[in-house]
């Protein structure tokens, strides 16, 4: 499995390809979400998939200033990619880029009074010991009590496995 190289090595402004993991596309449950890592060199590559409900509780465009405010938090909250994933912190990973993709963060959100709608999210570490990097932590059941499963694929250098993390389990190894 190969991920593509990133274009860019500067943090903040920089468009990243399609992630060659993609691939399909999670089902939309409430409560359920998945994460694919994939590991190439000393590149962390992470790529998250929820429904907005996950995060917000709602996935309309907001009405209140009070949704909007929360739309704003939650995607502050996901830019601190070190506050939300930890690497093994022998790998001394740092994040090099977020980027995050959904239809509530476009600059006049719509969407349907009852529609469903996901976040995408792209966070990518940099790693300096990469022979280090043997799991990851994950704090985003602390942040976002609605998220109940994350269903986790790995792929690195020791071949592809799957993982179910839930509050109770957030670390997922390799
Ligand atoms: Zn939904």
């Known amino acids: 499995m190969k991920t593509s190289a990133l274009p860019c090595l500067l943090a903040a402004i920089c468009v990243l390809p399609l992630p060659a993991l993609a691939g399909r596309s999670a089902a939309h449950v409430h409560g359920v979400a998945s994460l694919q890592v994939a ?3 000393g590149t962390l590559t992470l790529q998250f998939e929820t429904p907005l409900a996950n995060l917000l509780g709602f996935e309309h465009a907001p009405r209140s200033e009070k949704q909007k405010q929360a739309v704003r938090l939650m995607a502050d909250r996901l830019r601190q990619a070190g506050a939300v994933f930890t690497p093994s912190p022998a790998a001394r ?18 969407s349907g009074d009852d529609a469903h709608a996901d976040l ?3 966070f990518v570490f940099r790693c300096q010991d990469p022979a280090a990097l043997r799991d990851l932590e994950v704090g985003l059941f602390a942040s976002f009590p609605r998220l ?3 269903d986790v694929q790995v792929a690195g250098p020791r071949g592809q496995s799957a993982a179910r993390l839930s509050p109770q389990q957030r670390r997922v190894s390799w």
């Open 148 to 150: 109940q499963r994350i």
């Open 39 to 41: 590991i190439d060199g």
């Open 120 to 122: 995408d999210g792209s």
């Open 93 to 110: 990973c740092s994040a090099i880029s977020v980027e995050l993709e959904s239809p509530l963060l476009q600059p006049s959100p719509q």
